[in-house]
């Protein structure tokens, strides 16, 4: 009799343990849902399309980057000044990625076209080029 009794204690001790444990685990797998999701929103950056901007510098940044880029190159500011207009004073502008192969440039804003519906961008690479974005 002191036998069966025995065995029948060990049984329910084992039972109610176990939904503890399934609770447990159900907690740790909601918190890695929240990691996860922030990583969903990465591929915006990574994904590189030639027409996207790549990163964004301050109006000072850029500034210094043209000044140097048109020290550098003969005929930059001549065309500059010939295919372009003054920016206006936002904070920070857009840098893009040279779409030139093989260049590893960057595009600066460095004034708008003529036309005003551009932003004229000169590359910072080997290709030395001026595109509009
Ligand atoms: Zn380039």
Not at 75 to 90: F, I, K, N
Request: charged share 25%.
């Amino acid at each position: 009799m002191s036998f069966s009794r025995r065995q029948t204690s060990t049984e329910r001790v084992r039972y109610s343990a176990s939904p503890v444990a399934g609770e447990r685990s159900h907690d740790a797998a909601t918190g890695n849902v929240r990691p996860q999701h922030g990583e969903s929103e990465e591929p915006v950056t990574s994904n590189v399309g030639q027409n996207y901007p790549y990163t964004s510098e301050t109006d000072a940044d850029r500034a210094a980057t043209i000044a140097r880029l048109v020290s550098e190159r003969d005929g930059l500011a001549a065309t500059l000044s010939s295919e372009s207009t003054p920016l206006d004073g936002h904070d920070r502008w857009w840098v893009w990625k040279c779409p030139t192969k093989g260049c590893p440039g960057l595009l600066h804003a460095a004034g708008y076209a003529a036309d005003k519906h551009a932003v004229f961008v000169v590359c910072d690479g080997t290709c030395g080029k001026t595109y509009l974005r």
